[in-house]
């Protein structure tokens, strides 16, 4: 074993998924800082359907964990299922009605999930209770049918 993998990031899109491969470490700094910067590039183009592809990953701290938090939030964020335009919560919580056209209807913007989690992540998802909270598929080839099915 030579030196820890240097983290890299690359983006490519299949079909209409953007498939993010991460590799390396996933620790503060750079690592969560391009991250940050690709699911806002991705949702900035409009790109909803994104696969986190996590084969290489060496190494995921809780930092990086809070980071992937941060970016299912911002994908899955809650939108008029209507209009599409951005909702908010009133003080109790509740959402309030669509700022732009009155609907009650609510969906998800998009679709973030995670795939081929090697032990460490694994074990991480799985000890932080986080496996059930993040769409996570052993293989690119599952993630990506998965997509399609929720088409
Ligand atoms: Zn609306």
């Given at each position: 074993m030579g030196e820890a993998?240097?983290?890299k990031l690359s983006t490519r899109r299949l079909d209409t998924v953007s498939v993010v491969d991460?590799?390396?470490?996933?620790?503060?700094?750079e690592a969560l800082t391009a991250l940050r910067q690709t699911i806002r590039d991705e949702v900035a183009k409009g790109h909803n359907r994104i696969l986190l592809n996590l084969k290489d990953v060496s190494y995921i701290d809780s930092s990086g964990l809070g980071e992937l938090i941060m970016a299912l939030g911002t994908v899955t964020q809650?939108?008029?299922g209507?209009?599409?335009?951005?909702v908010f919560k009133d003080e109790d919580g509740n959402w309030d009605n669509c700022p732009q056209c009155e609907s009650k209807e609510r969906k998800a913007w998009g679709e973030l999930k995670l795939s081929n989690p090697g032990r460490q992540v694994t074990?991480?998802?799985q000890f932080t209770k986080l496996?059930?909270?993040?769409?996570?598929h052993e293989s690119e080839t599952d993630a990506l049918a998965s997509f399609k099915k929720s088409r």
């Open positions: 993998m240097e983290f991460l590799a390396g470490r996933i620790t503060a700094g809650t939108i008029c209507k209009c599409g335009a951005t074990d991480l998802l496996y059930s909270v993040f769409d996570v």
